[in-house]
């Protein structure tokens, strides 16, 4: 089982200013991980695959990193629309894979 | 534009059956593999059974292996999730979302709305 530990918990910036979320696998899965975005009351929606790809319609300020165990969500100038709760997923061993536990951005 | 909708959704007695759906659109349905993703309230999101594009290939989680049964009717482009012998740690939202191979390999790409099941004597 590959566990994902995000970090922090909670996030607390301002509008314009730049997040860093982390993501951290308890052992290697290559390039397969995703960010996904998850407002209140909506379905998750799919940021970033294989660790650095932007989906269709993502905007450019939204950026990941990392491979193997360290990965990184990186939010250049935050947009109040982007206050959410953001899941990194790998699929390095999937089925099943797994998802972190996810790491809320809330307004300071 | 790619629409998934799910239904079925509801309260439930532990140990009985529901079948949830998914009605798909604005994609060519029965070229890609199809996940059913579950978010039990206040918590985070757990995988929970997935299929080929021709449904032929199916996967299950641990947790719901031999009671929930996943399958799809491509002439009607839907997907359903049978579960049976429902248990309390089962209530959740269910979202439906398509993947982006015809083979499942958990690139989760498109998601549904969601269905409540909530499992409760």
């Known amino acids: 089982e590959i566990v994902l530990t995000q970090s922090p918990a909670t996030l607390s910036l301002s509008p314009g200013e730049r997040a860093t979320l982390s993501c951290r696998a308890s052992?290697?899965?290559?390039?397969?991980l995703a960010w996904y975005q998850q407002k209140p009351g909506q379905a998750p929606r799919l940021l970033i695959y294989?660790?650095?790809n932007r989906a269709t319609g993502i905007p450019a300020r939204f950026s990941g990193s990392g491979s193997g165990t360290d990965f990184s969500l990186t939010i250049s100038s935050l947009e109040p629309e982007d206050f959410a709760v953001y899941y990194c997923?790998?699929?390095?061993?999937?089925?099943?894979?797994?998802f972190g536990q996810g790491t809320k951005l809330e307004i300071k | 534009e790619v629409q998934l909708l799910e239904s079925g959704g509801g309260l439930v007695q532990p140990g009985g059956s529901l079948r949830l759906s998914c009605t798909a659109s604005?994609?060519?349905?029965?070229?890609?593999?199809m996940s059913w993703v579950r978010q039990a309230p206040g918590k985070g999101l757990e995988w929970v059974s997935a299929?080929?594009?021709?449904?032929?290939?199916?996967y299950y989680a641990d947790s719901v292996k031999g009671r929930f049964t996943i399958s799809r009717d491509n002439s009607k482009n839907t997907l359903n999730l049978q579960m049976n012998s429902l248990r309390a740690e089962d209530t959740a939202v269910y979202y439906c979302?398509?993947?982006?191979?015809?083979?499942?390999?958990?690139?989760?790409?498109?998601w549904g709305q969601g269905t409540l099941v909530t499992v409760s004597s």
């Open positions: 299929t080929s594009g021709s449904g032929d290939s199916t």
């Open positions: 997923h790998q699929r390095r061993n999937w089925p099943p894979g797994s």
């Open positions: 604005g994609f060519t349905f029965s070229r890609y593999a």
């Open positions: 979302a398509t993947e982006n191979y015809y083979d499942s390999s958990g690139l989760l790409q498109h």
């Open positions: 294989d660790a650095s």
């Open positions: 052992q290697s899965v290559s390039n397969y």
